[in-house]
């Protein structure tokens, strides 16, 4: 599969899954009518806070630098929000709270100016790194360690290789995508091991 990147900062994995997340269509029904934090500035942080408007009361986007990398098509889109706010050149440096978040430290990065600010959730959202080292060398890996495989298939250019899930889904990451592409490898390698590989001798 793939594992979301994390911030990094203290106090962030203490409190994930009870205040911070990394999927706002997995997690963001909990923070209904709620202020949360969203941090990350590409298509993929933009489409969290696309999700978490329409959920929460508030939305506040800490970007550390000073311009989105996002798509013109995603950021104009957010710009139009009116419950979104953006914090340009400031990043997250601390997650606090008692048994579940309840504040962000963030710092300006401009001038390392700090303050803390309340917040019922964070969600980070600067992408996932795919779990596929132990593949390099073996089959064909795209730039960003995603599995390359021939398109429309769940097989790789090597022979009697599948992958499914999100070894190789880097735009869904859900577990009914994954699901569904494990039972098309699964369909594909049963083809492959009926038609393709010989015959085990008797006995």
Known sequence: GASARHLGVAGEEKFLGRGVATCAV???????????????????????????????????????????????VMQKRVFALDNVRIHWNTEVVE????????????????NAAERTEPFDGLFVAIGHQPNTGFLEGHVPL???GYVLTVEGETRTSVSGVFVAGDAVDFRYRQAVTAAASG????????????????AVPAG
């Open 142 to 144: 795209r730039a960003d």
């Open 95 to 110: 997650v606090s709270g008692d048994r579940r978040m309840q504040a962000l430290k963030v710092r300006d990065v401009t």
């Open 26 to 72: 997995c997690d963001g029904a909990h923070f209904r009518g709620m202020k949360v934090a969203v941090s990350g500035g590409g298509d993929s942080a933009l489409e969290e806070v696309l999700q978490l408007s329409r959920i929460a009361r508030e939305v506040h986007v800490f970007h550390r630098r000073d311009a989105f990398r996002a798509s013109a």
């Open 183 to 198: 039972c098309r490898a699964a369909l594909e390698a049963e083809r492959f091991l009926m038609l393709e590989c010989p």
